[in-house]
T-cell receptor, first 110, second 113 residues
């Protein structure tokens, strides 16, 4: 089955700094989804990538899917305290089974 | 438009008790699913449904039952609660096909003693 790994597990950055979170798959990805979870709350959809080399941006968050479609990165520019939370990547496994990575916990210090 | 709602928000059960976690969505989504979230393990899919009357098992289905009699509701039943089922449970829904943007409920925090 599909397995997703994320790195780093946790990240503490100073406000204003850039940061990158990685998601690596054991298989070719046919759709990679990024979600954000605020502590104690449900997940919020950020963006989805489907094509090799695809890049999407939303406000200060940019996500890329590599050409081989086995790795994705999420980049935050000029981080703010509102970016703090847990970032999870997800992908469709066989059939309708959806799997998530373990998450990256981001803290942004003011 | 309430999105995905879950009840209760918190629950404490004793080993062996049964209960039902409720999930409802008002977006007319065909696909609904239940996940559990445990520290260090991310979210794992328990059961999912692609439409009323159709359910299937996810990664960790043992100890849980589901049914989907309507498009709106997707309850999760714990048959005989065990401490290993202590977790945070999330319900999600999405349109039947891509893009698989899933909408998540706020979660139910369950403790089994």
């Amino acid at each position: 089955s599909q397995e997703l790994e994320q790195s780093p597990q946790s990240l503490i950055v100073q406000e204003g700094k850039n940061l990158t979170i990685n998601c690596t798959s054991s298989k070719t990805l046919y759709g990679l989804y990024w979600y954000k979870q605020k502590y104690g709350e449900g997940l919020i959809f950020l963006m989805m990538l489907q094509k090799g080399g695809e890049e999407k941006s939303h406000e200060k968050i940019t996500a890329k899917l590599d050409e081989k479609k086995q790795q994705s990165s999420l980049h935050i520019t000029a981080s703010q305290p509102s970016h703090a939370g847990i970032y999870l990547c997800g992908a469709l496994d066989y059939g309708q089974n959806f799997v998530f990575g373990p998450g990256t916990r981001l803290s942004v210090l003011p | 438009n309430a999105g995905v709602t879950q009840t209760p928000k918190f629950q404490v059960l004793k080993t062996g008790q049964s209960m039902t976690l409720q999930c409802a969505q008002d977006m007319n989504h065909e696909y609904m699913s239940w996940y559990r979230q445990d520290p260090g393990m991310g979210l794992r899919l328990i059961h999912y449904s692609v439409g009323a009357g159709i359910t299937d098992q996810g990664e960790v289905p043992n100890g849980y039952n589901v049914s989907r009699s309507t498009t709106e509701d997707f309850p999760l039943r714990l048959l005989s609660a065990a401490p290993s089922q202590t977790s945070v449970y999330f319900c999600a829904s999405s349109s039947a096909g891509p893009p698989y943007e899933q909408y998540f409920g706020p979660g139910t925090r369950l403790t089994v003693t």
